[in-house]
């Protein structure tokens, strides 16, 4: 099937609107849906992503040179890790690493990771009471906002009472 | 035990017994993990690298699983060695081509395994014939607690287990299946399953995992968020929505080509029958896809006499490396080729 709009490429993209009971197909080839402002999600690769955001950082220290270039030159004291060794091979040196880069690996955690930054699961059984609370209540809020959402209120208002024994 | 001599039978998680195997041939969960304490191995001296393999070693073969476990050094295992695991998804392709200390721990059903220095310290992984997810879940899940009592993991309150690249960082977990899709691909809607996939956060990828293609219809289709959902929301996900709803579409997809074009289905089942059981000479490539229809046509009833077991034998021991250990040396591919065919033929003649 061709494109509607430039007729040239095959469609790849077929959106189906409704809208007042009026259905209406569309189409298009993956051009001019980026020209019609259509976005198609597409899983980036990490290095590609990194440097995309290590350049972005590099704008923002012609802005501010002092913040942005110590994060860049930044060398992990624990593993000798850097950030541009980093983005040639995507792996880290060691754990002190997530402190170390903090803010530009929020960020592609954050992409890569569907947006989620918290933990949630699994925590090890001789981690401090502490800690497994602080997972704990992490998945609890979570669990409390899907029910609040499904106006699941019994069950909202019983993780409720969870939450209250563990803060 | 040595590698070789696992090339003459089939991994029980591919005999194509389980639940739903017809679609979905075998369930995989894995758990990446670092040990506290240690620089992540791309930053670790060899040294110490070794005394990482040394307590992983030591941990896991006292591990309580009710079967013998036995250790692989991958350092000095030859190339065929290495070759041989990989093709039984026992280490991934990166473990067997690395450099330095490493091993696996190999569970003799091989319904678990151990790469210890892969791209972490530890990547366990649990197998199961068919959808069998839950079940793959509660068992390592079991293992991993039990090494967690020798081993203090690096973990952090908010990001979870600490892994060398970010995208396993949080559980660590990768769920994966492997799919046998024909009906889709013939019907020209695989692609409707890579966008479908892509927009839910899970990957497709080849048979061997990352990196490699899809080849005679296969797929493994796998999580790629591992931070925020705990485990079994994302296994559950998959169990309970991804999985059925791909089962669900390549059956009717089958179901159409029967009812809409049974004499061009037919005469792909029975060609790649016929090519099969008549070929002198035959790549691992071409017999991959021809076995792919055999297999779709015997789940069909379209062809009787043959086996889905017989099937899934030939894919996983006609694969060079099987082909060379069963016949104990190195073989050029001519001779690969010669040797694949005349066991196929053997083994697709006897019905």
New interface residues.
């Given amino acids: 099937m061709l494109c509607q709009v430039c007729k040239e490429h095959t469609a790849?993209i077929h959106l189906t609107e409704i809208s007042h009971g009026q259905r209406t197909e569309i189409h298009i080839c993956e051009q001019c849906a980026q020209k019609q402002g259509i976005v198609v999600?597409?899983?980036v690769p990490?290095n590609e992503l990194l440097s995309t955001l290590l350049s972005s950082q590099g704008q923002e220290e012609s802005a501010a040179p002092g913040v942005a270039g110590a994060v860049q030159d930044e060398v992990c004291p624990?593993?000798?890790?850097t950030l541009k060794k980093f983005s040639q091979?995507?792996?880290?040196?060691?754990?002190h690493d997530?402190e170390v880069f903090d803010q530009p690996?929020r960020a592609?955690?954050t992409r890569?990771?569907?947006?989620?930054?918290?933990?949630?699961?699994?925590?090890?059984?001789?981690?401090p009471r502490a800690?497994r609370n602080?997972?704990e209540v992490v998945?609890l809020r979570r669990r409390l906002d899907a029910a609040v959402q499904a106006e699941d209120y019994e069950v909202a208002a019983q993780i409720r009472d969870q939450l209250r024994k563990l803060q | 035990m040595r590698p070789t001599e696992l090339s003459d039978h089939v991994s029980q998680w591919f005999d194509g017994s389980g639940p739903g195997a017809d679609i979905v041939i075998s369930s995989r969960i894995r758990l990446a993990r670092n040990v506290a304490g240690y620089e992540f191995c791309p930053c670790l001296t060899t040294a110490r690298k070794s005394e990482v393999l040394q307590r992983l070693r030591e941990t896991l073969l006292a591990l309580d699983l009710g079967q013998e476990l036995f250790f692989i050094d991958l350092n000095a295992a030859s190339t065929l060695e290495q070759n041989l695991l990989v093709e039984r998804h026992l280490i991934s392709r990166q473990h067997a081509r690395a450099a330095g200390p490493r091993g696996a721990v190999i569970a003799h059903d091989e319904s678990f395994t151990a790469m210890i220095n892969e791209e972490d310290h530890l990547r366990i992984q649990v197998f199961q014939t068919g959808l069998q997810l839950a079940a793959c879940w509660e068992r390592i899940n079991r293992i991993d607690d039990l090494i967690e009592q020798h081993v203090e993991y690096a973990f952090d309150p908010e990001y979870g287990y600490l892994t060398a690249c970010p995208t396993n960082v949080g559980t660590g977990i990768r769920v994966s299946v492997m799919l046998h899709l024909p009906g889709l691909k013939m019907t020209g809607q695989i692609e409707k399953l890579f966008n479908t996939a892509r927009d839910t956060d899970l990957a497709v990828r080849g048979l061997f995992g990352e990196g490699t293609e899809a080849v005679g219809d296969f797929f493994q289709l796998s999580n790629q968020v591992t931070l925020g959902p705990a485990e079994d929301q994302i296994v559950s996900n998959f169990t309970d929505m991804v999985v059925p709803k791909i089962v669900e579409y390549e059956t009717l997809a089958r179901e159409k080509l029967l009812k809409t074009q049974p004499d061009k289905l037919d005469d792909k089942i029975q060609r790649a029958l016929a090519l099969l059981r008549s070929a002198r000479l035959i790549s691992s490539q071409e017999a991959l896809f021809l076995l792919s229809h055999v297999r779709m046509g015997v789940h069909l009833r379209r062809i009787e006499g043959v086996s889905v077991a017989t099937l899934n034998e030939l894919f996983m021991l006609t694969q060079p490396a099987h082909l060379q250990a069963r016949q104990g040396k190195p073989l050029d591919p001519d001779h690969r080729d010669a040797l694949r065919a005349q066991m196929i033929r053997s083994r697709l003649c006897q019905n």
């Fill in positions: 790849t999600k597409n899983q990490l624990f593993c000798g890790m091979k995507s792996l880290l040196g060691c754990p997530y690996l592609l955690i890569s990771q569907a947006g989620h930054t918290r933990h949630a699961g699994k925590v090890p059984s001789r981690a800690m602080h997972v998945r």
